[in-house]
C-alpha cells in the first residue's frame, strides 16, 4: 500500500511539472526572461516557505539549527540545478513540450538515479541505497534495467523528432514551435538534463534538515520541504542573475510595466506557472517518503513528467503533419517510458 501512495504521490507531481508550462503560453507581449523570473520568484522564493510553514510549522528553526556543511552543499547543488532549469526552458521553447521533456529529462532521470547511489558506494549511510547494492541484489538489478530502458525510450524519442525534423516544411514547424531548432534544441536540452539531475543531488545534501523535521515530531510526508527552502535559494540566485542580464541586455526591463500588455493576466499567468511548478516536488517529496530517495522514486517522478508534457504536446498538435512511421516511433518511445516506470516500481516493491 506504501509503494501504491508513492507511486501516485509522483504521478500527481509528474503531472504538476509535465503541465506547468502551459500557463506561460498566455502570456502575451512579454519576452521569454521576463515571465520565467516572475513564474520563478514564486516557484523558488514565495512557495516554498509558505508550504514548509503549512507542513512544518517549525522549519526556520530546524534551517537555522543545521549544518554549515549541510547548507552549503544544498545552496551549491541548488545553484547548478539552477543552470539546468534554465536551459529546461530554452529546451522546451527550441524543441517543443514533446521532444524538449522527452530529451531533457531522460538525461535528468538516469543522472538523477544513479549518481546518489555511486556516492552512497564511496561514503556509505545507513538505509541508503549504494551501487553496488543496484549490481548485486535482485531488485537493484531490476531497477537498473528500468533505468536503461528509460533511456533507450527517450533515444527512440528523440529518433522521432529527428524524423519529424526532416519530414515537415519549415513553416509547418514553426506553427507547433515557434522557435522550432533541433540542433541547438539538441545541445540546450542534454545540458539541462545533466545539471538538473543535480537537484537530486540537493535533496540528499539536505537530508540532516529533513530527519531533523522527522525527528521534531512533524510528519514524515513532508520532511522534505524543509530542504526545498534552502535547495531553491540556489536555483533561484542562478536564473535571477540570468534574467536580470538578458533583461538588460535585450533592454526588456520595460515588459514588467508595459501597460500595452495585459499585465495582470501576464502576472497571474506566470505566478500559476511558478506555484504549478513547485507542486511536483512538493508531492515528489511526499512521494519520496514511502518509497525512498532513490534510483526508484526519481526515474518514477521523471517518467510520468515525460508521459504528461508528451500528452500535451499532442493536444497542442506538435506531431500533427508527420509520418506514420515517425508517429509510430514516437509511440514506441512513449510506451517503452511507461515499460520503465513497470520495472523500476517493481524493483522498489521487491527491496
Not at 519549415?170 to 533541433?182: C, G, I, M, T
Not at 518509497?291 to 515525460?306: K, Q
Request: net charge positive.
Amino acid at each position: 500500500m506504501q509503494a501504491i501512495l508513492g507511486v501516485i504521490f509522483h504521478f500527481i507531481g509528474g503531472f504538476a511539472s509535465g503541465s506547468f508550462y502551459m500557463p506561460y503560453k498566455k502570456v502575451r507581449g512579454w519576452h521569454w526572461e521576463s515571465y520565467w523570473i516572475i513564474g520563478g520568484l514564486f516557484s523558488w522564493l514565495i512557495v516554498p516557505p509558505l508550504a514548509a510553514w503549512l507542513t512544518v510549522p517549525g522549519f526556520a528553526e530546524i534551517i537555522r539549527a543545521a549544518s554549515f556543511t549541510s547548507i552549503k552543499y544544498t545552496i551549491l547543488f541548488g545553484v547548478l540545478w539552477g543552470f539546468g532549469g534554465l536551459t529546461y526552458g530554452l529546451g522546451v521553447r527550441y524543441l517543443g513540450m514533446s521532444l524538449g521533456n522527452s530529451v531533457v529529462l531522460g538525461f535528468c532521470s538516469a543522472f538523477g538515479a544513479l549518481v546518489p547511489s555511486v556516492y552512497y558506494n564511496f561514503n556509505p549511510a545507513l538505509g541508503k541505497t549504494t551501487f553496488s547494492d543496484l549490481l548485486t541484489t535482485s531488485w537493484g538489478r531490476i531497477v537498473l534495467t528500468g533505468v536503461i530502458i528509460c533511456l533507450l525510450g527517450i533515444y527512440i524519442c528523440g529518433r522521432a523528432g529527428m524524423l519529424k525534423e526532416n519530414e515537415l516544411p519549415e513553416e509547418e514547424k514553426k506553427k507547433s514551435v515557434a522557435e522550432f531548432n533541433l540542433v541547438k534544441g539538441l545541445i540546450v536540452a542534454i545540458f539541462s538534463g545533466i545539471m538538473s539531475a543535480c537537484f537530486n543531488f540537493g535533496i540528499e545534501a539536505g537530508k540532516p534538515m529533513a530527519e531533523s523535521a522527522v525527528a521534531a515530531g512533524f510528519n514524515p510526508l513532508y520532511q522534505n520541504n524543509v530542504t526545498y527552502v534552502v535547495l531553491l535559494w540556489g536555483g533561484l540566485a542562478t536564473n535571477f542573475i540570468w534574467c536580470m542580464i538578458l533583461n538588460t541586455r535585450n533592454k526588456t526591463f520595460g515588459d514588467y510595466t508595459n501597460a500595452s500588455t495585459s499585465l495582470t493576466k501576464n502576472y497571474l499567468f506566470s505566478a500559476l506557472a511558478g506555484t504549478t511548478w513547485f507542486l511536483q516536488f512538493f508531492f515528489y517529496g511526499m512521494g519520496e517518503s514511502k518509497l525512498g530517495n532513490g534510483a526508484s522514486s526519481w526515474i518514477l517522478h521523471m517518467a510520468f513528467i515525460i508521459l504528461v508534457a508528451n500528452m500535451w504536446g499532442i493536444l497542442l498538435k506538435e506531431w500533427k503533419g508527420v509520418s506514420k512511421k515517425t508517429k509510430a516511433t514516437f509511440t514506441i518511445g512513449i510506451i517503452t517510458i511507461i515499460l520503465s516506470v513497470l520495472f523500476v516500481g517493481i524493483g522498489n516493491s521487491m527491496k
